[in-house]
């Protein structure tokens, strides 16, 4: 039973066009929301991270969006590049916990 | 220069065999994990340890094997009982709790089963 359910599974957004990425969940014990973004051969390395106390975080082009109340949130990429092309998997955690669960991952392009 | 390494990058092996991938951090974390990656199936835990000499099951360990004799070092066996194990494998390590308990991690290792 997948924890986290990510979508779409794959997108293709214009040079300096928006990406979105949506993920839900149903287990409220979850505390802490990272995206992790990975290129082709490589290992995933943390993009941005939020927690349920706040429903926005913003790094540079990159916004996380939660909805506590409907148990989803979203990692929107404004403006974007071709460098932004990779896969992005959204992630969840219980509280107290140091496991992470994450979503099936979004294989994202962005054409110039 | 700190981080995670995983050797090798890539491992061929035959049916029947088992395999070693190794993954090796300087960070001084204390908690270290396995990872599957299959196609449109994300990131599957396999094994993770908080702590040396002792570890616990992930959601897909069966075929799997682990030890932790160190803090730094973490390998993972995958033996002949596993019967798909072709895929991309990922070792990460991260502090224990914390605000944020990122977890880093390694380049990973493509195992192909001939």
């Known amino acids: 039973q997948q924890q986290v359910k990510q979508s779409p599974q794959s997108l293709i957004v214009q040079k300096g066009g928006i990406s979105i990425i949506n993920c839900a969940y149903e287990n409220t014990a979850f505390d802490y929301f990272p995206w992790y973004q990975q290129f082709p051969g490589k290992g995933p390395a943390l993009l941005i991270a939020?927690?349920?106390?706040?429903s926005e975080k913003k790094e540079g082009r990159f916004t996380i969006s939660f909805n506590k109340s409907a148990k989803q949130f979203s990692l929107h990429i404004m403006d974007s590049q071709p460098g932004d092309s990779a896969t992005y998997f959204c992630?969840?955690?219980?509280?107290?916990?140091?496991?992470?669960?994450f979503g099936t991952g979004t294989r994202l392009t962005v054409i110039p | 220069d700190g981080g995670i390494t995983q050797s090798p990058k890539y491992l061929f092996r035959k049916e029947g065999q088992n395999v070693t991938l190794s993954c090796e951090q300087n960070l001084n974390h204390d908690a270290m994990y396995w990872y599957r990656q299959d196609p449109g199936q994300g990131l599957r835990l396999i094994y993770y340890s908080q702590i040396v000499n002792d570890f616990q099951k992930g959601d897909i360990a069966e075929g799997y094997s682990v030890s932790r004799e160190k803090k730094e070092s973490f390998p993972l066996t995958v033996t002949s009982a596993q019967k798909n194990p072709t895929a991309f494998y990922l070792c990460?390590?991260?502090?224990?709790?914390?605000?944020?308990?990122?977890?880093?991690f390694g380049p990973g290792t493509r195992l192909t089963v001939l």
């Open positions: 990460a390590s991260s502090i224990l709790g914390g605000a944020g308990n990122e977890q880093f």
């Open positions: 939020i927690r349920p106390d706040v």
């Open positions: 992630a969840a955690r219980v509280g107290g916990a140091n496991n992470l669960f």
